[in-house]
């Protein structure tokens, strides 16, 4: 489908960080899809994944592919934009048109690593002065499936008046070691690649492709089930260029099918997004940890919260397994507040949320109501 | 403990290799610990793991930390010194003083990317050819974990006559689509360095540290369980050099304890290993697959084995989880082969094969007799 707005909005206050810094001239770029109602009270919020962007059911400028849930968004569909009208932002520290580490600061030369480190709440608030701006004083919905979903809890947590419905696939409350280990790998790759130059790479002629790349494929790796992966891949040798049948080469060509795949989910990657956005977004993932914000126990973060919530997590996720979306639903049945709960069997692991999962969309068509 | 004999033999013969190469003149660096008996009947063969070397029970000669399974081998252990005669063989492709890459070829150069690529079984060749030298015949027992694991099975399989009793831990007949995909990533990273130079950089002043480093950490968090880094780390904030607390940095130094642990991992690794072997010995991982050696089924493969077989996995063990030895172990069940079979309780994942678990302990003690 075609969005119904594709738009930039400079927010019209500095946007103050968890930092103590301070964001000025903020530019939230987003996708609309839908009619906003005279009430204002039909606009469901999408956020969007660390690597995703705001075309959530319009097809990307970049790639040319077509929108990252234009299976649960559209006309009719779960999230039915014939009813409600949806947005989907480019969260700030990305680099799909929302400011970033790419974006130029006031001395005309782009930030790279001057840009403040943020958190998922700083994104939150990026997306509450969106709100302000279209003049939605309070979301039908909040969704968001894995960073998105840390983005619907926060807004619950620092925003609770903004957000009657909130739905969180595959996602967590806080980053776990091993989630922050992971990270870790990506980032050091970046870094390790010469043409990342402490960020300042944009306007020479290499970039860090690279180490984005062995950063993709790292995290690629863990978005997917073994069991998904065996599946699709097992141990099953690639066809070789020349048409021959797959064999082992003696050699390090991509032999396996999951050699090849993963070289071209990196090399892929390098060319809608930017080194720095991975630096900082997976930083504000590593620093997640809603409880903490709240005193130390995830409850008070729910504590002013009216929402109803919808907690959906995936069998073979193992990056945010269901233990992790258990937390949560403690948390808010400790808080009073209204909520289902439900894991899904999927056998594609955490990216379960982004594919076809009939089970998903019945879930996601019921709570949005 | 002091080494019995540190020593180095080449090979009177060529080694053979899967891939239709063959090696002359094999330098086999081993260590041995004991005496070896008038009937030549109590040797033990140690198989070391991907990053692993010979010495098993006696210092590094360049870390200078204690031997990797002291826990396990010396007199009085469960592989008992005084008792048998140990010999801990580092495999080739490696770098601790066997042929590999970093091996002078016939020209005077080292072979860098020239070394032909070898699978597990030509390690065994190695290894069994060392055993000629040394006039054994048939061993007591052939152990090892992870990818000893796959040599011990390895020599079960193809040198059946030459070991009474195998003993295989954290180990699998065959790398999985995720196996190969994080080795995939370590590749990857090492081949994206530029001082990795096509593997030509034995002479340069630069080595593709960084990259090795990368290839290290992504490998490491597949060592740890999720349970284990939880324990070890969790969230915990790193203290800063000036003694100041844990606190964010809004920064991209290493905050959290586990990225400081990580990048420590990664930097004092380039400093024992050769890159250039990494590539190779993950290659031969990836390349292994028992069945499929042997007409596709992997009771095939034992067929011929005498060999008294115990298979060892561990229930935090992500890697090689037990549902692989398990595998293994119906396949020895069909192949009529005597095996006991044990899953361990221990939370530190595949590396509790070299941690302090007494009940593997126990086990080894009791199979080896």
Redesign the interface.
Known sequence: MSPAALSNVTLPADLSL????ALSGVSIAYEAYGALNAAKDNAILVCHALTGDQFVASEHPVTGKSGWWERMVGPGKPVDTDRFFVICANVIGSCMGSTGPASEASDGRPYA?RF??ITIRDMVRGLVGLLDVLGIERLHTAVGGSMGGMQVLSIAANFPERANRVLAIATTA?????N???H??G???I????AWHNGDYYAAGAQPD??L??AR??AH?TY?S?EG??R????RLQDRPDGSAGA?????D???Q??SY??YQ?SGFTRRFDANSY?YIT?AM??F?LA?EHGGTLAEAFAGSKARFCIVSFDTD?LYPTSESRHIVHALNAAGAPVSFVELSAPYGHDSFLLDVPALDRVVKGFVG
Chains 1, 2 share one sequence.
Do not use: N
């Not at 806080?174 to 091993?178: E, G, N, P, T, V």
């Not at 699709?232 to 141990?235: E, I, S, T």
């Not at 082992?248 to 390090?252: A, T």
């Open positions: 968890d930092s103590g810094q690593m403040p480190v806080r980053h776990s070691a091993q922050i280990a992971f870790e790998v980032r050091q790759a870094m390790a690649d010469p690279a180490g790349a062995v494929m790292a790796i997917l073994e992966l065996t699709k891949f097992g141990r082992k080469s003696f050699g390090f991509a032999d396996f999951v050699e993963l070289r990196g630096l930083r590593d620093y940890d903490e193992w």
